[in-house]
């Protein structure tokens, strides 16, 4: 059974920066590709990064390119999202997930089994 708690989305102002953290409660975290997706509202569940078991790979969605960075801390069971320059259309609920395939890049939704409860970031104008 895979546990996630994500913790640090908030609102702050456009160009300011967030980094959103999930913490999982797993036997063998290093074993799991983790992820973040984002939801915005009437929107569907986007990809945002990902990073395979030992960090060593990471993938981003073109939004966020040159603007977030995925890292995780197998020592800590953590995943950390550091975004900066944010804009208003970041603006969603941030999600964590964990997926124990061996597939990469994964880049949806399906792909991933396990899931947070979610972080709400708010960019504002």
């Known amino acids: 059974q895979v546990q996630l708690v994500e913790s640090g989305g908030g609102l702050v102002q456009a160009g300011e920066s967030l980094r959103p953290s999930c913490a999982a409660s797993?036997?063998?975290?290093?074993?799991?590709?983790m992820a973040w997706f984002r939801q915005a509202p009437g929107k569907e569940r986007e990809f945002v990064a990902t990073i395979t078991w030992t960090g060593s790979m990471t993938r981003y969605a073109r939004p966020a390119e040159g603007r977030f960075t995925i890292s995780r801390d197998n020592t800590k069971n953590t995943v950390d999202l550091k975004m900066n320059s944010l804009k208003p259309e970041d603006t969603a609920v941030y999600y964590c997930?964990?997926?124990?395939?061996?597939?990469?890049?994964?880049?949806?939704?399906?792909?991933?089994?396990?899931w947070g409860q979610g972080t709400q970031v708010t960019v504002s104008s």
């Open positions: 797993v036997r063998l975290f290093s074993s799991y590709t």
């Open positions: 997930a964990a997926s124990g395939s061996s597939i990469w890049p994964a880049l949806r939704v399906t792909n991933y089994g396990y």
